[in-house]
């Protein structure tokens, strides 16, 4: 088979691709239905590949090209698409038995790297200063560059007691660094419950959204004294399953929609609060920042559009996507999203993330606390929390 022959093969292949997953960049007057725009969009391909052919400096590897337009093209979609060579999918099946044990980072992507999401509290990473926002340049000398993220939560995994190295760019600088931790278990704090306002107000603050956190928030709820308000916070929170976050969310929402899941090729699901899973008309209060995520942003959402209580914090992350696993023949594979889920009023988290009705920036005594760097003299005293504290006034306001 001649070199141009497979150029051409090799572009019209990529070129299919690229229509079945984007569909249409049509000009001004031309068709958007992927079909009418599948020839034009090929011929596009294979001209700007044939200029690659004709005048780059170098006589290109095209299996290198096509590996990168694909990585490229799985990426321009969402953090969680991904394509995976066949030795990047072996690596990926052969890690899924390492071990379970972590560092404390819940991580997405973000301009092609790993992105810190949240920081589990007392955790090693915490222990090393990492906050939401940092990036993971590589985990063990592999850059995350183009990784999956699949494949970041899996290299981030292994046994208890096990070290691992990352290699970070901090949202504050722009210096890599290196940072080594010993993986261990159990790493989730325990469910923190307060009394404020002469034990008038419950704070929780669950951390996560596993099925076991569910049940104790819902036990707390359920054992409360009447005339009780509600302070649930969520910031940091990006662990738990969507069926959890939901079932968090009808424990406050006795009717309506809580959430849907839309897809191009899926029946699309709305999901209704059940009656006999409600547990509370309390007035409540939920508190968000940048590192909530996934099964949180669901409760948030479906608190705020059903206006069933406040949210008050920072935009979230952004985190809400189903993900199915197509195998190609050469043993690669393709991770897609193939359905996102909605708030009640139809904003995809994943694209719109939760936007509070009460935006309040996280006060800087609690920024200085977690980077170490409070003043000697305030060490001793309390820690502003402006999110915390416009929570307790707005639940102070409503009547029990």
Known sequence: MSRNFKHVVLGLAAAVILVIFLGGFAPAGVSSHPLDNAYQQMGVYEEVLHKIQADYVTVPDLADVTTGALHGLLESLDGDSAYL???EYKQYLAHQNDGTAQVGLIVSSRAGYATVVSVVPDSPAAGQKIQDGDMIEAINGQSTYNMSVAMVRLLLQGQAGSKITLRMIRAQSILPVNLTMTRADNLAPALEVKQYANNNILYIKPYSLTTHRVDEVIAKLKSMPANTKVLLDL????????????????????????ASLHGQTLATKVFQAKPEDFVTHAPLVVLVNHGTAGAAE?????????????VVGDPTFGEGALVKTITLPDGAAVLLTVGK??????AAIEDKAITPNYLVDESIDSYLAEEGELPASEKNTPIQDDQLNKGLSLLQQKKA
């Open 85 to 87: 060579t066949p030795v």
């Open 235 to 258: 910031r940091d929170s990006a662990q738990g399953t969507e069926a959890d976050g939901l079932r968090l969310a009808n424990a406050f929402i006795q009717s309506g929609t809580l």
């Open 341 to 346: 889920y909605e708030t009640p009023d139809g």
């Open 298 to 310: 669901i409760v948030a959402g479906a608190v705020l559009d059903d206006k069933r209580g406040d």
